[in-house]
T-cell receptor, first 119, second 107 residues
Framework: QVQLVESGGHVVQPGRSLRLSCTAP????????MHWVRQAPGKGLEWLAV????????FYADSVKGRFSISRDNSKKTLYLQMNGLTTEDTAVYYC????????????WGQGTLITVSS | EIGMTQSPATLSVSPGGRGTLSCRAS??????LAWYQQKPGQAPRLLIY???TRATGIPGRFSGSGSGTEFTLTISSLQSEDFAVYYC?????????FGGGTKVEIK
C-alpha cells in the first residue's frame, strides 16, 4: 500500500514562512512526480504545485507562484513545500500526492496536514 | 487556465438509485480527466482516469464517460459508502485544475 506522510502542520502568524515535508517510505519515490494540493476548510481541492521525478521541472498554480517552492530529496524519499509570506487565505489542509508523470492524474494521496495562519 | 465546472453542487439519491454527475471544461481537455471521491475527514481517492478507465480496486458501479469539454461520472446503484463528495480534475494543461465538487447525499 502506498504511504505518504505529511508533517509540518502548524499554527503560524501572517507573513511568516513554513516548510512542509512529505515522506514516502513504501514505494520507489524517485520514479514518480509529486504534487501538493490543498483544501481550505469546507472548500474544494486546489492544486498547488508539481515536481518531476528527477526534480528537473516544476510547475505552480498562479495563486502561489513566487511565494511557494516545491522541492524533493530522492535520497531521503522526501518532498517539501516551502511557503513564504503566508496569509490567512493559506489556511488549509495540505496534501502531498503522487502521479506517474508531472501532467497526469494523481493516484495516491497522503492524509494531509493542517496549516492555520492566524495572528 | 482551464476552468472546471461541476453540476449539480448537491445530488440527492436514494440508496440503490442511480447518480449522474457532470463536469464541464472551459476548453477541450481531450480525455485528460480524472474523478476523485472524498469522504469527510479523508484524503481524496482516485476513481477514474483517462475519462473512463476505472482505477485499481474501484467497483464496476462507477463509470466515466465523455471527452473534450463534457464529462459524466455515473454511479449505477448507490451504496451507503458512496455518499461523499466527488471532484473532477483536468490534467491536459497547466495549471492542473479541479472542479468545485458534487456532494452526493442520501435522499
Amino acid at each position: 500500500q502506498v504511504q505518504l506522510v505529511e508533517s509540518g502542520g502548524h499554527v503560524v502568524q501572517p507573513g511568516r514562512s513554513l516548510r512542509l515535508s512529505c515522506t514516502a517510505p513504501g514505494f520507489t519515490f524517485s520514479s514518480y512526480a509529486m504534487h501538493w494540493v490543498r483544501q481550505a476548510p469546507g472548500k474544494g481541492l486546489e492544486w498547488l504545485a508539481v515536481i518531476s521525478s528527477d526534480a528537473a521541472n516544476d510547475f505552480y498554480a498562479d495563486s502561489v507562484k513566487g511565494r511557494f517552492s516545491i522541492s524533493r530529496d530522492n535520497s531521503k524519499k522526501t518532498l517539501y513545500l516551502q511557503m513564504n509570506g503566508l496569509t490567512t487565505e493559506d489556511t488549509a489542509v495540505y496534501y502531498c500526492a503522487r502521479s506517474y508523470s508531472s501532467r497526469n492524474w494523481i493516484d495516491s494521496w497522503g492524509q494531509g496536514t493542517l496549516i492555520t495562519v492566524s495572528s | 487556465e482551464i476552468g472546471m465546472t461541476q453540476s449539480p453542487a448537491t445530488l440527492s439519491v436514494s440508496p440503490g438509485g442511480r447518480g449522474t454527475l457532470s463536469c464541464r471544461a472551459s476548453q477541450s481537455v481531450r480525455s485528460n480527466l480524472a474523478w476523485y471521491q472524498q469522504k469527510p475527514g479523508q484524503a481524496p481517492r482516485l476513481l477514474i482516469y483517462g475519462a473512463s478507465t476505472r482505477a485499481t480496486g474501484i467497483p464496476g458501479r462507477f463509470s466515466g464517460s465523455g471527452s473534450g469539454t463534457e464529462f459524466t461520472l455515473t454511479i449505477s446503484s448507490l451504496q451507503s459508502e458512496d455518499f461523499a463528495v466527488y471532484y473532477c480534475q483536468q490534467y491536459h494543461d497547466w495549471p492542473l485544475t479541479f472542479g468545485g465538487g458534487t456532494k452526493v447525499e442520501i435522499k
